[in-house]
Nanobody, 124 residues
Framework: QVQLVESGGGLVQAGGSLRLSCAAS????????MGWYRQAPGKQRERELV?????????NYANSVKGRFTVSRDNDKNTVYLQMNSLKPEDTSVYYC????????????????WGQGTQVTVSS
């Protein structure tokens, strides 16, 4: 079973940047697609996939983050990153990573257990 630990969140002003990291255990990491999700505060909401990166390097982004977020991976370090630029207050969420599988054009499902996530708060 792959274990995932997210880090790098924090409080930032609108327009600022953060880089999230997701450290994974297990050799499956290098051959699996990875995704970043977020879950907004307040009512119980579904986790939203914001970025996915396949083992071949293909990327997929939610429309709300296109042009601002970039997902990347370092297979030697078993780590996937999410570079977030031009942050907006509506990006405030807990961010999670997970192994994902593509189930259709631009559509992925999460495969593993969820970690604790990392909180990102963007002030206006």
């Amino acid at each position: 079973q792959v274990q995932l630990v997210e880090s790098g969140g924090g409080l930032v002003q609108a327009g600022g940047s953060l880089r999230l990291s997701c450290a994974a255990s297990g050799s499956i990491f290098s051959i699996n697609a990875m995704g970043w999700y977020r879950q907004a505060p307040g009512k119980q909401r579904e986790r939203e996939l914001v970025a996915a990166l396949t083992s071949s390097g293909s990327t997929n982004y939610a429309n709300s983050v296109k042009g601002r977020f970039t997902v990347s991976r370092d297979n030697d370090k078993n780590t996937v990153y999410l570079q977030m630029n031009s942050l907006k207050p509506e990006d405030t969420s807990v961010y999670y990573c997970n192994l994902v599988a593509r189930v259709g054009l631009g559509s992925f499902v999460a495969l593993g257990s969820w970690g604790q996530g990392t909180q990102v708060t963007v002030s206006s």
